[in-house]
């Protein structure tokens, strides 16, 4: 299984960037995909089921990130809009088979992209 994250970069404020990510080897039940800026714990952004019938997402980015897949080739991506200088971090996607709490249990990790928003 691996996990293959992308799309990272600088951007100025208010402006959007789409991660992405590629899903090889099984399907899961649920996706994820969490940040980490330098000094700060890694967190929570964005879940969904892999059907796609339920998301979550931290307050932080409600209304300004989306969470979805590619039925067509099984990436995930994250939508970001109305970015702020605070989103900036390392994003990682996430993947995971069995149900459990949006924040918790993800047995498969992408290996990080980074976001730059400039102010």
């Known amino acids: 299984v691996q996990l293959q994250a992308s799309g990272g970069g600088l951007v100025q404020a208010g402006g959007s960037l789409r991660l992405s990510c590629v899903a090889s080897?099984?399907?899961?039940?649920?996706y994820a995909w969490f940040r980490q800026a330098p000094g700060m714990e890694r967190e929570f952004v964005a879940g969904?089921?892999?059907?796609?019938?339920?998301?979550e997402y931290d307050d932080s980015v409600k209304g300004r990130f989306r969470i979805g897949r590619d039925n067509r080739d099984n990436t995930m991506y994250l939508q970001m809009n109305s970015l702020k200088p605070e989103d900036s971090a390392v994003y990682y996607c996430?993947?995971?088979?069995?149900?459990?709490?949006?924040?918790?249990?993800?047995?498969?990790w992408g290996q990080g992209t980074q976001v730059t928003v400039s102010s």
């Open positions: 969904s089921t892999w059907r796609g019938d339920k998301k």
């Open positions: 996430a993947a995971r088979t069995d149900r459990a709490p949006w924040r918790d249990a993800y047995d498969y």
């Open positions: 080897g099984r399907p899961f039940g649920y």
